[in-house]
């Protein structure tokens, strides 16, 4: 049976430091929604409504355009090992970028990631538990260092450049704004 909390318990905390993984989901009112993976140690506890993920450059950038008209986020967690379980914070979120003031804060709460290109500050109002009894069990073998490494063959301004020519126009035909500075 699921529970609804007004933020995030000390024992929910726990349970996000011990994952691998998570889901970030983000849409407009008309847009697809995106639910994407995320890993490599990136995301941050800051108080109980209040939570930061670093993202890295990747092959789409749907919650940064999905954020210039609609700042709703959902972050899924799920057990794939011990006792099953499903977290989900409900919030708004906001998108900080390279140079904005920030960032820099921010940023050092993580271990610096090639390619890193927005944090997202998320706002929490709603922490909602479901039992998991569905997850399958997995075992996690370790991070994949493939996209850390394309980060840093590509090099920032290769990085820049990809942004700019892969990562400005949503799945929808949106462009994407980013900080002057960015791209």
């Not at 639910?35 to 490599?40: C, E, L, R, V, Y």
């Not at 990136?42 to 939570?51: A, H, M, Q």
């Not at 003031?101 to 538990?129: C, H, M, N, Y």
């Amino acid at each position: 049976m699921g529970k609804q909390y007004a933020e995030i318990e000390a024992k929910q905390i726990e349970f996000i430091q011990q994952q691998h993984i998570f889901f970030v989901g983000s849409a407009t009112a008309d847009s697809r929604i995106n639910i994407s993976p995320k890993g490599m140690d990136s995301l941050r506890v800051l108080g109980k409504n209040r939570v930061v993920w670093l993202n890295v450059t990747g092959s789409g950038n749907e919650t940064a355009a999905h954020l210039q008209h609609n700042n709703r986020m959902t972050i899924m967690f799920c057990a794939f090992e011990g006792s099953p379980k499903i977290l989900r914070l409900y919030g708004h979120a906001t998108a900080i970028y390279p140079g904005q003031p920030q960032w820099d804060e921010l940023f050092s709460l993580f271990k610096p990631l090639p390619g890193a290109r927005q944090i997202f500050d998320v706002s929490i109002d709603l922490v909602q538990t479901s039992c998991g009894f569905g997850v399958p069990l997995y075992d996690f073998i370790d991070d994949r260092d493939t996209l850390n490494a394309w980060a840093i063959r590509k090099g920032e301004t290769g990085v820049a450049t990809y942004w700019q020519e892969r990562n400005n126009i949503s799945l929808d035909g949106e462009l994407i704004h980013f900080p002057d500075d960015q791209v």
